[in-house]
T-cell receptor, first 111, second 113 residues
């Protein structure tokens, strides 16, 4: 089975900190995605990548950046964390033309 | 992406079939219908997808109407572990560009003993 592993299940960071959320997949998928999920707003796409070193903005990229130096790893970066970035962050990967496999999520709290 | 409309919530008795409807009246001819579910505190899980024909796998069946304007996900014998939010998503084929999944609010299915 495809595994998408997110490095932390729960994370608490202070306002202004630089935060790295890491995601690793083990099935050689070309495509990787970062979503955030908030009550009443559902899942919203932040960034995605269809190849190493490639990235595309999703629906809500403001305040975030990403890095994909290796095919299996896709990092989400909060340059200066703010309280409105408190959320559940979900990483997913897919082979082109196929469904997504999601990780278990990282619940980030910014205080 | 085409929009979908799903009921906010549904109830189902354990052991009975759960039939989850989805309207996608603006779907284009080459767009697929995908279903995912999300159990509390977990990431979404792929269930099934289809284009025109009905589909079945070990988890569920997908019935798509002939005009493709609506579909129904069927869980033939619902269990308590099927309690989750179910998302119906319309997605362009990958050869039309880098299509992504846009999640709506979904249907909260509660399976009761």
């Amino acid at each position: 089975d495809v595994k998408v592993t997110q490095s932390s299940r729960y994370l608490v960071k202070r306002t202004g900190e630089k935060v790295f959320l890491e995601c690793v997949q083990d099935m050689d998928h070309e495509n990787m995605f970062w979503y955030r999920q908030d009550p009443g707003l559902g899942l919203r796409l932040i960034y995605f990548s269809y190849d190493v070193k490639m990235k595309e903005k999703g629906d809500i990229p403001e305040g975030y950046s990403v890095s994909r130096e290796k095919k299996e790893r896709f990092s989400l970066i909060l340059e200066s964390a703010s309280t409105n970035q408190t959320s559940m962050y979900l990483c997913a990967s897919s082979a082109t033309g196929h469904g997504y496999t999601f990780g278990s999520g990282t619940r980030l709290t910014v205080v | 992406d085409a929009k979908t409309t799903q009921p906010t919530s549904m109830d189902c008795a354990e052991g009975r079939a759960a039939n989850l409807p989805c309207n996608h009246s603006t779907i284009s001819g080459n767009e697929y219908v995908y279903w995912y579910r999300q159990i509390h505190s977990q990431g979404p899980q792929y269930i099934i997808h289809g284009l025109k024909n009905n589909e079945t796998n070990e988890m569920a069946s997908l019935i798509i109407t002939e005009d493709r304007k609506s579909s129904t996900l069927i869980l033939p014998h619902a269990t308590l572990r099927d309690t989750a939010v179910y998302y119906c998503i319309v997605r362009p084929p990958m050869n039309s560009g880098y299509s992504t999944l846009t999640f709506g609010k979904g249907t909260m299915l509660l399976v009761s003993p």
